[in-house]
């Protein structure tokens, strides 16, 4: 239990459910969102998407679940609906972690904005097949392009701030496992 990658696997995913509360909180303040006004970008899903492309051993798949389910609870949306969805996406990344692991950043921001997009179109046509009132769909795509924009600022962030990068192919950590 003493192995520095365990301790700094369990620091990365403390990071990250911090990460998840500070967006969290945030989103819940009154920040003066009047009626009419645009809706803000989905940090949260950048943030989720973009750790999944580069580490995706840092997200387990309980601790997503765990954070969007506390996510649509908070938010009023249908429980479970936004975290299944959210699953099948991080799952299909996970699936595909050797192939983004080669991607230049433009191809990536392509596929993760195609899987956004795809992500809202599902959970649109799932909430009208059981007729639940939903925003309007000029105000969901807006936020769905504002999520797309700020996709690169997440990432830059992600590896300036707390040097999350993708594995190079070969590469090892500190005990010689390779990533």
């Known amino acids: 239990m003493d192995d520095p990658w365990w301790r700094s696997l369990l620091a990365y995913r403390a990071l990250f459910l911090g990460l998840a509360l500070l967006t969290l909180f ?12 645009l809706p803000g970008p989905d940090v ?6 973009a750790w999944m492309v580069r580490r995706p051993e840092y997200l387990p798949l309980s601790v997503i679940v765990i954070v969007i389910l506390m996510e649509d609870l908070l938010l009023q949306r249908p ?4 975290s ?3 699953v099948l996406a991080t ?7 050797t192939l983004t692991r080669e991607l230049n950043f433009p191809v990536e921001w392509m596929l993760v904005s195609g899987i956004m997009l795809g992500m809202m179109l599902v959970n649109r046509l799932v909430l009208a097949i059981v007729f639940v009132p939903q925003p309007g769909f000029g105000l969901v795509l807006v936020q769905s392009l504002w999520s ?8 830059l962030l992600s590896q300036l701030a ?3 990068h993708k594995p ?12």
């Open 26 to 37: 945030f989103r819940l303040l009154p920040s003066g969102q009047t009626p009419g006004s």
């Open 44 to 49: 949260l899903l950048c943030l989720i998407l």
């Open 79 to 82: 429980p479970g609906l936004w």
């Open 84 to 86: 299944a969805i959210v």
């Open 91 to 97: 799952e299909f990344l996970r699936g595909r972690v």
């Open 148 to 155: 797309i924009a700020i996709y690169p600022g997440v990432v």
């Open 162 to 164: 707390f040097n999350l």
């Open 168 to 179: 190079a192919m070969g590469e090892v950590d500190r005990a010689g496992r390779r990533l």
